[in-house]
């Protein structure tokens, strides 16, 4: 069966409780990467809200939550490693950013075959440890955007 290419337009969410401990996941296919929630749309016309609740609930089983667009876009270079997944010729994607607040103690469930592996830091150390520079970034702004919820 041939999959459809992906569509270079996807969602990063940013995980946290409100004491702002971020939810990092470890990559099954790149163990060393950790990274928030991300994952592109499935159809042109999937609303981005929905986007990142599915990719949330299919990547740590977490349904629930306060979902906030952050109105941010990021663009950037697919990696040459993930460019097969994409229609040829496609070479950057957009990345639109939310954060989802939950409680802390929420369980998580991780899909094996995309992470193995969970961690909840502080802000600050969730940021050092990600592997991607955009979602490095978001995560700093984590605090500016949780105050904006309040």
């Not at 599915?54 to 629930?64: C, D, P, S």
């Not at 496609?90 to 992470?115: D, Q, S, Y």
């Amino acid at each position: 069966m041939n999959r459809p290419f992906k569509i270079p337009r996807s969602v990063l969410v940013v995980v946290h409780t409100p004491a702002l401990e971020v939810l990092l996941i470890e990559r099954a296919d790149k163990p060393g990467f950790w990274q928030s929630v991300t994952g592109s749309l499935d159809a042109e016309d999937e609303p981005l809200d929905l986007t990142a609740r599915r990719e949330v609930a299919e990547e740590t089983g977490i349904t629930g939550g306060t979902l906030q667009d952050w109105r941010l876009e990021n663009v950037y270079e697919i990696y040459p490693v993930w460019r097969h997944r994409y229609a040829p010729g496609v070479t950057h994607n957009t990345e639109h950013v939310f954060g989802l607040t939950v409680p802390a103690g929420t369980p998580v469930r991780l899909n094996p075959r995309e992470h193995t592996a969970q961690v909840w830091l502080p802000w600050r150390a969730a940021a050092d440890r990600c592997f991607s520079p955009s979602n490095a970034e978001a995560i700093l702004q984590l605090p500016r955007f949780a105050a904006e919820c309040d």
